[in-house]
Nanobody, 120 residues
Framework: QVQLVESGGGLVQPGGSLRLSCAAS????????MGWYRRGPGKAREFVAD???????RYTDSVKGRFTISRDNTKNTVYLQMNSLKPEDTAVYYC??????????????WGQGTQVTVSS
């Protein structure tokens, strides 16, 4: 079993900041990519950002320059620092990770999601 637990969501005014965290736990041997997706109201889930084990980062165009993804491999944790938040960033944010598990073999797991609401 591999579990991902997100935290750090909430309500913030436009222009504000939030930091999301996602910790992976369970029968993990190694983690390759860790990333974030989001589903806005009435929208499909979309890719936000991810980071490889070696630190290569990718972002969707709408968050470049505002969001920063990072990870702590010693804690199997990924972070998303979100600055200059806009109302259109309102969504449920989901953590995703893939890697190797001692009982699952290759895994690709999702967190339960954390709500981010940007509103005045």
């Amino acid at each position: 079993q591999v579990q991902l637990v997100e935290s750090g969501g909430g309500l913030v005014q436009p222009g504000g900041s939030l930091r999301l965290s996602c910790a992976a736990s369970g029968s993990i041997l190694s983690i390759n990519s860790m990333g974030w997706y989001r589903r806005g109201p009435g929208k499909a889930r979309e890719f936000v950002a991810d980071i490889s084990r070696s630190g290569t980062r990718r972002y969707t165009d709408s968050v470049k320059g505002r969001f920063t993804i990072s990870r702590d491999n010693t804690k199997n944790t990924v972070y998303l620092q979100m600055n200059s938040l806009k109302p259109e960033d309102t969504a449920v944010y989901y953590c995703n990770s893939d890697g190797l598990s001692s009982d699952l073999g290759m895994f690709n797991s999702w967190g339960q999601g954390t709500q981010v609401t940007v509103s005045s």
